[in-house]
């Protein structure tokens, strides 16, 4: 698929695709919640790799998720080194790309919390539904996790809550859909009178 500088007619550059890469946004830059499988960049790619065929020129992404650094090689030197001699360091230094600023934000933070949190509901803990919400907000995800908990420990008035509010924001699949509107059914059957 062409980027989005490619369809506009301007010249596509190493950084430009870096930063499509790095993408968390919905269509039209929307918020949809750090992580939505509806993001170029969904928080669980373990590395991303950027060629400039031209130069022979190959980037390669430092973790986590494409944020890190992209490390250069110039595939004309390590050719030239017709095999490897000696334990030494082929990255071309001169051509690092940054890692994404997001790193240092409070959201990134928030970021962790929520998988940390997450985590805790796989692993079948005890958890603050109001933190795992508060820790991404635009994330559809967070509060079909907290529905689904919620629903487990038969608090169903605060599931339902959660599971409206996941329907509000982005939701990836339609079997997430699904499953939310499902549950939504089955608590009004619990709560109807």
Known sequence: MPTPACRTGRKNT????????????????????????????????????????????????????????????????????????????????????AADSFLLTPAYKNFEV???????????????????VASNPEFYNAYLLAGDYLYKQKEYAAALQNYNLALSKVVATKQEEDHIKEQIKKINKKLAP
Do not use: C
């Open 14 to 97: 190493v950084q430009k695709t870096v930063n499509i890469l790095r993408d968390q946004k919905g269509i039209n830059g929307a918020n949809i919640g750090m992580g939505n499988e509806k993001a170029i960049n969904q928080l669980i790619a373990h590395h991303s790799v950027v060629f400039e065929p031209k130069k022979l020129i190959v980037w390669v992404s430092t973790s986590p998720w494409q944020l890190g650094q992209y490390m250069a090689y110039d595939l004309n030197k390590i050719f030239a080194l017709k095999g490897m001699k000696e334990n030494k360091e082929i990255a071309d230094s001169s051509l690092t790309i």
């Open 114 to 132: 929520f998988r940390n949190i997450k985590q805790q509901i796989m692993d079948g803990g005890t958890v603050n539904t109001a933190n795992l």
